[in-house]
């Protein structure tokens, strides 16, 4: 199993950066995918991005792509968001998920983190 915690969240304005980071413990960090969810309130959680485990695929959300980047670092046992461009829509608490593939992670993530807020101000 892995245990996620994410960090990096914050207030920022409109077309600022600000760059998430999800630690994860446990030996097999390298052998999950791995995703970012995020909810609005009164929203549903949706999927952000994913990575696949060795980070040669990426998948991206329509509303996110190239402002966005995931990344991970297996060495680190670390995935990154990098969000750029930020818009207010983009206001959410942000989740780390870990998953057997990138596939699978959309509908079934085997761990989740407890989130971290992002709030964007026009």
């Known amino acids: 199993q892995v245990h996620l915690v994410e960090s990096g969240g914050g207030l920022v304005q409109a077309g600022e950066s600000l760059r998430l980071s999800c630690a994860a413990s446990?030996?097999?960090?390298?052998?999950?995918?791995m995703a970012w969810f995020r909810q609005a309130p009164g929203k549903e959680r949706e999927f952000v991005a994913s990575?696949?485990?060795?980070?040669?695929?990426?998948y991206y959300a329509d509303s996110v792509e190239g402002r966005f980047t995931i990344s991970r670092d297996n060495a680190k046992k670390t995935v990154f968001l990098q969000m750029n461009s930020l818009k207010p829509e983009d206001t959410a608490v942000y989740y780390c998920?870990?998953?057997?593939?990138?596939?699978?992670?959309?509908?079934?993530?085997?761990?989740w983190g407890q989130g971290t807020q992002v709030t964007v101000s026009s």
């Open positions: 990575v696949s485990p060795t980070a040669g695929n990426t």
């Open positions: 998920a870990a998953g057997i593939n990138t596939r699978v992670i959309l509908t079934t993530p085997l761990e």
């Open positions: 446990g030996p097999t960090f390298s052998s999950y995918a």
